[in-house]
C-alpha cells in the first residue's frame, strides 16, 4: 500500500471518529438540558390579531391548532372546564393529591421547576402543560417520549380537557374537578 493511500484513511478515520464525537455530545446536550418548549398564544393575544396572524407563522412560537369551537351543552355529556377548580391525582405515585388551580399555566413533568411534579420512570421532565385558554383548561404535551393521553386518545396538539376526563401523565393519571 502506498504511503498516500495510509495517509487518506488515516484522515479519513479520523474525520469519522470526530463526527462521532460531535454526535456523542449533541446527544448527551439534547438529554441534560432539553429542547425548546413550544408556547401557546395568549387568549387576549391570539382574538385581537385575529386569523391573519395566525396565518403568518412565527419565529418564536410553532404554529398552534385554532381554538376548538365551544361545544353546545348536552345532557349526560361531559361538562366543560371553565369552573374547574382543583386538579386531582387519582393514580400513581401520589394518588389523592389535590392542588388549587389559578389561572397560570402548570407544567406537569419530572422536573423541580414544574408546577405538578410527578415522579416515575414513564413521565418526561417537562411532559405536559395545562393551560387556561379564554375560558377553557386546555392539555398540551411538550414533546414527551411516552405521550400525554386525554380520555383514552393520545394529545398530539392542544386539546380541551372536560370535568372529570382522565388525563394519563406517564403512570400518573388526574382529571379536573369544580
Same mark, same amino acid.
Not at 1 to 10: A, F, G, K, V, Y
Not at 28 to 54: E, H, I, T, Y
Not at 87 to 111: A, C, D, F, H, Q
Not at 133 to 150: A, E
Given at each position: 500500500?502506498?504511503?498516500?493511500?495510509?495517509?487518506?484513511?488515516?484522515?479519513?478515520?479520523?474525520?469519522?471518529?470526530?463526527?462521532?464525537?460531535?454526535?456523542?455530545?449533541?446527544?448527551?446536550?439534547?438529554?441534560?438540558?432539553?429542547?425548546? $418548549?413550544?408556547?401557546? =398564544?395568549?387568549?387576549? #393575544? &391570539?382574538?385581537?390579531? !385575529? *386569523? +391573519?396572524?395566525? /396565518?403568518?407563522? %412565527?419565529?418564536?412560537?410553532?404554529? $398552534?391548532?385554532?381554538? =376548538?369551537?365551544?361545544? #353546545? &351543552?348536552?345532557?349526560? !355529556? *361531559? +361538562?366543560?372546564? /371553565?369552573?374547574? %377548580?382543583?386538579?386531582?391525582?387519582?393514580?400513581?405515585?401520589?394518588?389523592?393529591?389535590?392542588?388549587?388551580?389559578?389561572?397560570? *399555566?402548570?407544567?406537569?413533568?419530572?422536573? %423541580?421547576?414544574?408546577?405538578?411534579?410527578?415522579?416515575?420512570?414513564?413521565?418526561?421532565?417537562?411532559?405536559?402543560?395545562?393551560?387556561?385558554?379564554?375560558?377553557?383548561?386546555?392539555?398540551?404535551?411538550?414533546?414527551?417520549?411516552?405521550?400525554?393521553?386525554?380520555?383514552?386518545?393520545?394529545?398530539?396538539?392542544?386539546?380541551?380537557?372536560?370535568?372529570?376526563?382522565?388525563?394519563?401523565?406517564?403512570?400518573?393519571?388526574?382529571?379536573?374537578?369544580?
Amino acid at each position: 500500500m502506498s504511503e498516500l493511500t495510509l495517509l487518506l484513511l488515516r484522515i479519513g478515520f479520523l474525520v469519522l471518529l470526530w463526527a462521532f464525537v460531535f454526535a456523542v455530545v449533541y446527544s448527551l446536550r439534547a438529554d441534560l438540558f432539553g429542547v425548546k $418548549v413550544r408556547r401557546m =398564544p395568549d387568549a387576549a #393575544a &391570539a382574538a385581537a390579531a !385575529g *386569523p +391573519a396572524a395566525s /396565518a403568518a407563522p %412565527s419565529s418564536v412560537t410553532a404554529p $398552534v391548532a385554532p381554538a =376548538p369551537a365551544k361545544p #353546545a &351543552a348536552q345532557p349526560g !355529556g *361531559p +361538562a366543560t372546564t /371553565a369552573t374547574a %377548580s382543583r386538579i386531582v391525582i387519582t393514580s400513581g405515585p401520589k394518588t389523592g393529591l389535590e392542588l388549587p388551580l389559578g389561572n397560570e *399555566p402548570l407544567t406537569i413533568g419530572r422536573s %423541580s421547576e414544574s408546577g405538578l411534579v410527578v415522579r416515575d420512570d414513564y413521565t418526561s421532565s417537562h411532559h405536559a402543560r395545562l393551560v387556561l385558554w379564554g375560558d377553557q383548561w386546555m392539555i398540551q404535551d411538550l414533546d414527551s417520549t411516552n405521550g400525554t393521553w386525554h380520555d383514552g386518545a393520545r394529545v398530539t396538539a392542544p386539546v380541551p380537557v372536560n370535568l372529570g376526563a382522565p388525563i394519563k401523565v406517564g403512570a400518573t393519571t388526574f382529571e379536573l374537578r369544580k
